[in-house]
């Protein structure tokens, strides 16, 4: 038998090379463990979660090394940034590339913001009143960028009723789950009232019964005690 050559677009390579990760997985279960580190990624990515934590230790702990609010923390920041926004453009790491474009937007603000942060420092919003305000305004517009990209995005391709549609299963299997925890609660209640209820009533009483005894002891020790005295103190008299 001749063996064909068969050429795939993007997509249909995509999706061929989920469907052998898919396969790996159900022969290893010790991989498929650790699918919550590599599935939101492409096969050809699967390492993308590690650059990932090096860049938030960079810009979290490798900025610690460096005199704390000095422009060079800023600096190394922007160059962290840079590189990394280099790196989400070009990999494109996502198996959705609505996220690969939400990753680059927010890449870029990092940036904006410790551009900002450099401004600043060298006390360029103190010019004037309104250069201050306009200043002021576009920070905060910064701040929001990921999220209006995200919005605009997602009203572009149909907005809140196609995310719905999108994720109908996920729905179905939540109230799945939901329905197999509520049953397994129902099946240890009834478990409880059979075997479980009548031994620990009878060890409720048993413990009732242990509590009545004791306080009659406490309370005849007390009337010997009363006794006592009273017999001490005629004694004396």
Request: proline fraction near 3%.
């Amino acid at each position: 038998m001749d063996a064909k050559l068969v050429r795939l677009d993007e997509t249909g390579a995509m999706n061929c090379s989920l469907f052998l990760r898919e396969e790996l997985e159900e022969k290893n279960r010790k991989i498929k463990r650790l699918n919550f580190l590599y599935g939101n990624y492409e096969p050809s990515c699967w390492w993308f979660d590690i650059f990932e934590m090096c860049r938030r230790l960079l810009l979290t702990a490798g900025v610690s090394f460096l005199n704390p609010g000095s422009a060079s923390q800023i600096l190394f920041s922007i160059i962290c940034g840079l590189g990394s926004m280099r790196i989400y453009s070009g990999y494109k790491p996502f198996i959705d590339p609505k996220l690969d474009r939400l990753a680059e937007v927010m890449q870029w603000q990092i940036i904006f913001t410790m551009l900002a942060a450099l401004a600043l420092k060298v006390n360029i919003d103190g010019e004037t009143l309104e250069d201050k305000f306009w200043f002021d305004a576009m920070l905060i517009l910064l701040q929001f960028a990921g999220p209006i990209a995200l919005i605009i995005k997602h009203r572009k391709d149909g907005g809140v009723k196609e995310i719905a549609e999108g994720n109908v299963d996920f729905i179905e299997e939540g109230f799945r789950l939901k329905e197999s925890i509520d049953e397994g609660i129902k099946q240890t209640k009834q478990f409880k009232n059979t075997y479980v209820g009548p031994a620990s009533a009878n060890n409720e009483n048993e413990d009732q019964s242990e509590a009545t005894r004791r306080q009659a002891s406490k309370r005849k020790q007390k009337r010997d005690y009363r006794r006592e005295a009273t017999k001490r103190s005629n004694i004396r008299r």
